[in-house]
């Protein structure tokens, strides 16, 4: 089973910015990406950003220009990929969701998807 620890939500004015991180104890040999999904009240769960192992980023089109992924970083104990997030508007309000994409049995099968428990971002006055 693969953990992820969100951490970076809260309350901003609009214009304000936030860092988000997510890491895993999970061996970086077995993740395919690690990246973060939105969901606002009343709407589906969407991709904000993911990023390879290899440091390939993906960005959704509201995202581009505003937030930045970096490549995963290592150390011996966790993997950490972190989101910046700036000029947040309020239609960014929502829960951000960490997906990690992760080999189980090797490279024999997919990967699969694991998600964190989520971490509240608000953006208002």
């Known amino acids: 089973q693969v953990q992820l620890v969100e951490s970076g939500g809260g309350s901003v004015q609009p214009g304000g910015s936030l860092r988000l991180s997510c890491s895993t104890s999970a061996s970086i040999l077995n993740i395919y990406t690690m990246g973060w999904y939105r969901q606002a009240p009343g709407k589906e769960r969407e991709l904000v950003a993911d990023i390879t192992e290899a440091g390939v980023p993906m960005y959704a089109t509201f995202a581009k220009d505003r937030f930045t992924i970096f490549p995963i970083s290592r150390d011996t104990a966790k993997n950490t990929v972190y989101l910046q997030m700036n000029s947040l508007k309020p239609e960014d309000t929502a829960i951000y969701y960490c997906?990690?994409?992760?080999?189980?049995?090797?490279?024999?099968?997919?990967?699969?998807?694991?998600w964190g428990q989520g971490t509240q971002v608000t953006v208002s006055q």
């Open positions: 997906k990690t994409q992760y080999y189980t049995n090797g490279y024999q099968s997919p990967p699969v998807d694991y």
